[in-house]
């Protein structure tokens, strides 16, 4: 054994606990740390982002694409508060996360002192757990628990403070070698799944929601059997897609605020609904209140702080997900429902009549749907597909051909805009793939700055800012219910996004049509770097169908006039 | 509404009352009492949280403290069968026309005088929230300079225990 310094402690730790990349920004508290990780440089990759914000994203996109830890790393003060949002952003979507800040010396702490801030109180409520290390004998411990708290159950992410000092001082290091294992896992009662399968032998007409918990919970494809064999149509949560692929014969795509009419109306006519790794989010279930009334509902979730928080259960079952169906499905009777079924088809059928795909959109100017069509066929399926947050999120969320679990990057909970370059570079890098961003001239607004780390790092990223002049959703609302007083949400900015881009040191392109873009599109994912796609799109495209916020199904909007 | 007690048993480090009482705050549930003190060992200390609510609010409290990574042991107390005390430190003018009442009061609600000068009386009583309660509004009237409460401790009767604390 060897004694070695607290800041060698953190990178010996990390490396164990098999972290690969590590995204941050440097500064006056963690100078020591920034010595160890170039000292480290061929064991451990440092990406240096333009922000610390765009640093926290991209741990988040690394550990959504690929379901192991993302590590950022900020210094004291500023940088550790520009984390803040980015580790909400982890918080509300369950992603596994350890972010590292310095901060000043023990003796230094709570005087104020320069780049001082109490970043533990500051992200209380919105880490699973956090930890200030005043001891350099509790700091690899301590780093361990907190890898092993981000993906224990229900993930999420942890910050771990460590003064300056602490990273000075001296400690025995025994290296473990083994990156830590989690908590095992809750699972499911026996009874209580015998008595979720007689509920749904007895059902009628059953209805399978599900969310991000299938996906983090690595059940994906036992959810597409579990449905198949109880023949139940499918529905899920923005955080559920991409579990399941968007051609599967029983999935009827997102359901809720801007999900698919034929989802969120199966799910009200349905008896049953067996909510999967969902938390019943306002978005997915409009009314809380009325939403329940008509089915009974079974809830299966790793966290049984989702039981009975937003939506009463008939049945409620803590247990992970992966076992749970696994032992479910063994229990239920192998179903065929020939009436429930010819019903989803007519929903199916009245969704096409309802909601009327457009392709024709004002002059000059490029139907988002269009777009995504173009996009997803030049594009194929090896990539990660990333949002932003805005009317391009819901535009893909509902028509992205999504077929791999993990492929579908976005801000789900906290919407997040300025989440986009940061996600889709922490993704790229984790799996070594192409990603496409999908944004929004307001998002792009927010996060542009990470395209130079996007050039630096030669990252292969195809960008298509869905470009209207406008903060599109909020209008949307305002154009609805303020009688159109656009208040703050016309941009009337002169940005040239194309120029930018090559200021930037990528490339760039404008298309007048979708033959152009088609055309652009070959040539950008031909492309070895940053590619941006300054798409023109009509102010007056709206996302539909649409619940109001609080509504129900029977009052879906299908056109704003 | 009805009024829940727990009992909760957490690791005796920094921040921890911050972790638990902030987890209230965050999720909009509101805390009648809250005391927190250390166990017969020095790596735990006890918290107990008294709260009004239905059995869903308390089923939702209760999971979300359970979360908590600090949180060793949490356990809803039967009231019937629990032990529930306060205590209350109250200073009262020492009027020659009131001191005999007060006295009296005392005496009847077994509590004690543990200050006495020529113009305040300081009594010191223990007992289950209502009684305090009784209490106050009794001697309300003599004056009162100011009072202390200490918000409820319990524990419940009999073999039940909280458990970890040893192991």
Redesign the interface.
Known sequence: MMKISGAKTVVETLIEQGCDTVFGYPGGQVLDLFDEIYLAGDRIDFILTAHEQGAAHAADGYARATGKVGVCIATSGPGATNLVTGIATAALDSVPLVAITGNVSCGLIGRDSFQEVDIVGVTMPITKHNFIVKDVNELADTIRMAFKIAKSDRPGPVLVDIPKDVQLAYAEFTADRQPVIPYPLTLAAEEKLRKAAQMINAAKRPYVYFGGGVISGKAASQVRSFAERIDAPMGCSLMGLSAVPYDDPLFLGMQGMHGHYAASAAESEADLVIALGARFSDRATGNNERFARNFKVIHIDIDGAELMKNIPADLAIQGDIRDALERLSGMVEKSSRPKWRERIEALRAEEKKLCKRKTQTAEGMLSPQEIIGVISRAAGEDVNIVTDVGQHQMWVAQEYPLKRPRSFITSGGLGTMGFGMGATIGASKAVGRRSVLFTGDGSFGMDLNELATAVTEKIPLVVVIMNNGVLGMVRQLQTMFFDRRYSATTLGRKTDFVKLAEAFGAKGARPRNIAELEKIAGEAFAYDGPFVIDCPVDSNEFVLPMLKPNGSIDEIITEIK | MKQYVIGVIVANI??VL??VS??FT?RGFNIDSLTVGETESSSFSRITIAFHGDE?LK??IL??I?????VREVEVLDKKDTVIRELLLIKLRNKTENRQDIMTAVEIFRSKIVDYSASSLLIEITGETSKIDAFIELVKPYGIMEMCRTGIVAIERGENCLKTVNQ
């Open positions: 920094t921040g911050s972790r902030g987890m965050r869903d089923e939702r999971q979300q359970k979360k908590l990574h600090d």
